[in-house]
């Protein structure tokens, strides 16, 4: 791996972390709650209706809220990491082509 290919690597692994809270919050999942009218109340509403009334605990619309309430969790925070490297580790070969 060149260093343009690492530096890709590590800025989608650090930029993931640094915006995976505040795309949470761009979206509605809050630290006060779901934001009214967003698009984290619309899959909240979802849910519900798919689930008789009620969002399951270990649904995604229960873990995104976690994460918005209390933060990202160390094991979230790697996964969004590798993720994030994995993306710019992408992106480094569909620029290195052309």
Request: proline residues 1%; aromatic residues 4%.
């Amino acid at each position: 791996m060149n260093l343009k290919t690492a530096a890709t690597v590590a800025t989608g692994a650090v930029g993931a972390v640094v915006l995976a809270p505040v795309a949470l919050g761009a979206v509605g999942f809050t630290s006060a709650g779901i934001a009214a009218g967003s698009i984290a109340a619309k899959m909240m509403s979802a849910a519900a209706v798919a689930n008789g009334g009620g969002v399951a605990a270990g649904s995604v619309v229960a873990i995104l809220q976690s994460a918005g309430a209390a933060g990202v969790s160390g094991a979230a925070t790697a996964a969004v990491a590798g993720t994030g490297g994995a993306l710019g580790w992408l992106t480094s070969l569909i620029f290195r082509k052309s």
